[in-house]
């Protein structure tokens, strides 16, 4: 799958698990700040990208990832 | 319909709960070892028209708990509702307590319910919905001679109950305490009769309690209508601690 597709893929999740609007997705965006993500809805958009892509996080990949774009390319590098 | 998972639920007040659940939801029979026992309670609860299972785990281990509810949730996908009832009590005054009868109380009670927690949990916030209800004691709040791990472990409960309340509030997910007072069950068949009508003589309503007066409660803190109560401890002693 290519990068372009897991962020596709991404906003859909994001959208469709914590409401949030599609223009405000960019791969800078981050999530705490730009997104206004807490730490329950990053749980939540794991346990989605989980059972979306068939893979596993662990919690010490999660603490890298700040931006969108560092999402993406954490789900893109296991896929 | 909504599952339900009771641990420690093949005797005593677990079972009473689970019979009482059993008329609205389905239930998991968790057990540790009485696997007859909870049988019964899942043949009960389906000639009255329910569903239920029972499933084995050692609370007190994560692997156990992990394999649990693997099972149960390829039987009912979630557990909506989990009832952590199980519990062990060691009694030793302080000075004669050994660290064994200290951990293996702490670990049983406190920690275990910590593990079913955490695997229940991830599910709740998935789908913005879940019960949580910690079956604690007075004992957690008032102390015991003889007690002190029990006592200990029960009070744990308390923080870790408030703690989720305020975790995953947002999420239409409710987290509570229950502190039964004297219960009839195998855990006070011990108390004589004349120690008994002492116990009684102290309370408002002059009567033990029954594994009833619990199951009663939690059916309600398992229904919409109490969403709005969380990260509290109820009392069902018969005035013990007024």
Known sequence: ?79 | MKTVFVTGASRGIGKSIALELGKNYQVVVGFSNSQDKADEVVEEIKKLGGESLSVQLNIEDRNSVDKAFNLIEEAYKHVDILVNNAGITKDNILPRMKDDEWNDVIQTNLTGNFYTSQRAIKKMIKNKWGRLIFISSVVGTSGNQGQANYAASKAGLIGLSKSISKEVGSRNITSNVIAPGYIETDMTSFIDDENKENIIEQLSIKRMGMPEDIANMVSFLCKDESEYITGQVIPIDGGLTT
């Open chain 1, 1 to 79: 799958m290519e990068v372009n597709e897991v962020f596709e893929k991404v906003k859909g999740l994001f959208e469709e698990e914590l409401g949030i609007e599609s223009e405000k997705i960019t791969m800078e965006a981050k999530l705490e700040e730009d997104l206004d993500i807490d730490s329950l809805g990053i749980v939540e958009v794991v346990m989605a990208f989980e059972d979306e892509f068939e893979i596993r996080i662990d919690e010490e990949e999660l603490e890298e990832v700040v931006t969108v774009g560092q999402a993406v390319n954490l789900l893109h590098s296991k896929l």
